[in-house]
């Protein structure tokens, strides 16, 4: 009754691997990796996809990058059915950010599942990294992202553009290279976690880890039903929770039953059957070790690290910068927004999404985000062709 997906349906592991069909993914083999933390990664790839083309004066090109559990598919390609991507109301063909005029470029981020490097991947001896894939930061995402922006020929972004933990990278693109970001746009994001956000993760990480399935990390290669899908499942419910508003959720379920369960008699509300279809569907797309190894990068990050603070970090920032803020967001407070547009030179007021659906207004709220993006990015970047 409380699971969405029966678990014995489910493979070992939501991620892509050599020999499925690669869509429209692209992969970029970027050569080693030094990484913040120390020691490296031998060898790293990245997935990728791309629409439009870079013009002559390589003045176009927009880094699009996504949040916790999102890929590379921002928006569809010829022949996809209309809505295919995440970002598709935002990204496309006459959209705020045209795809006719703009080169955009969407990578999986590094430590994901949906080709780049990651747990799932293979280690030097061939067998998946699982437990010994080593710790990531922003600062090793975004330095993976500069490779290959330079594997794409692309010297200087005319926007670096992403919400939620994409947004974590964006602020990191901005101050570790300057002179390759002409514009940014920081969505529903913060500049350095705080100890609440960490909290939200630290008990998602514990129900994954808690799985007996998880196996310290060491589950690849298990059959049907074998991966941590119980924890990577309450992990998700966990984290939509904090994804939603209290009114929404109030107003949308309030204390009504699911359909004819009873909840004296052991059945759920409609607002516990929404959790569970979230965490089955999310386990039959995503990887439980790339959800460890990014909400532990998640935590870690900090613009102001070793750089004298956040605010000094910021005032390093040369982009002209657009901070837009979900205003009824309980994850990514709309007052760390609010410390980003004010620690930035020239950034201007915070821009609002005006949303009943918390934290997941930037990917409900499409006209409003399509507006307050596309309105900056023909300021900043007004190409014509």
């Not at 998602?204 to 049907?224: H, S, T």
Request: one cysteine or more; a negative charge; charged letters at 20%.
């Amino acid at each position: 009754m409380r699971r969405a997906v029966d678990p014995a349906t489910i493979p070992a592991t939501g991620a892509w691997r050599e020999g499925d069909d690669p869509g429209p993914r692209r992969f970029a083999d970027l050569g080693p990796l030094p990484l913040e933390a120390g020691g490296r990664l031998p060898a790293v790839r990245l997935a990728y996809e791309t629409w439009g083309e870079l013009n002559a004066a390589g003045d176009n090109a927009v880094l699009v990058l996504h949040a916790l559990t999102g890929d590379s598919h921002v928006t569809g390609h010829p022949g996809e059915p209309t809505g295919a991507g995440w970002w598709s109301q935002v990204v496309g063909p006459g959209r705020a950010i045209d795809t006719e005029k703009y080169f955009v470029v969407a990578p999986n981020v590094l430590g994901g599942c949906q080709g780049s490097t990651g747990p799932s991947s293979p280690a030097p001896d061939g067998s998946p990294w699982g437990s010994r894939f080593p710790t990531l930061t922003v600062r090793d995402q975004v330095a993976a992202e500069l490779e290959l922006a330079d594997h794409l020929g692309v010297g200087r972004w005319a926007l670096v553009v992403g919400p939620s933990m994409g947004g974590h990278r964006v602020l990191e693109w901005a101050v570790t290279a300057p002179e390759r970001v002409a514009a940014i746009a920081v969505v529903a994001s913060t500049a350095q976690t705080s100890a609440e956000q960490i909290a939200w993760a630290h008990t998602q990480l514990a129900a994954i880890e808690l799985d007996p399935r998880w196996r310290g990390g060491d589950y690849y290669g298990a059959g049907p039903g074998e991966g941590p899908h119980t924890g990577l499942g309450l992990a998700r419910q966990i984290a939509h929770t904090t994804y939603r508003s209290p009114a929404e959720l109030d107003a949308r379920f309030g204390r009504l039953p699911q359909h004819a369960e009873e909840p004296l008699s052991g059945g759920r509300y409609a607002v516990q059957s929404y959790l569970d279809h979230h965490a089955g569907k999310l386990a039959l797309r995503f990887d439980a070790g790339s959800y460890v190894t990014l909400t532990r990068a998640m935590i870690t990050h900090d613009v102001g690290r070793d750089r004298g603070g956040v605010e000094a970090a910021l005032a390093q920032v040369r982009a002209r910068t657009l901070v837009l803020a979900v205003d009824s967001d309980r994850l990514f407070l709309p007052s760390e927004s609010e410390r980003i547009a004010a620690a930035v030179p020239g950034a201007g007021p915070v821009a609002y999404l005006r949303s009943r659906f918390g934290h997941d207004g930037f990917l409900i709220e499409h006209d409003q985000v399509a507006a307050h993006l596309g309105r900056f990015l023909r300021s900043v970047a007004p190409v014509l062709r």
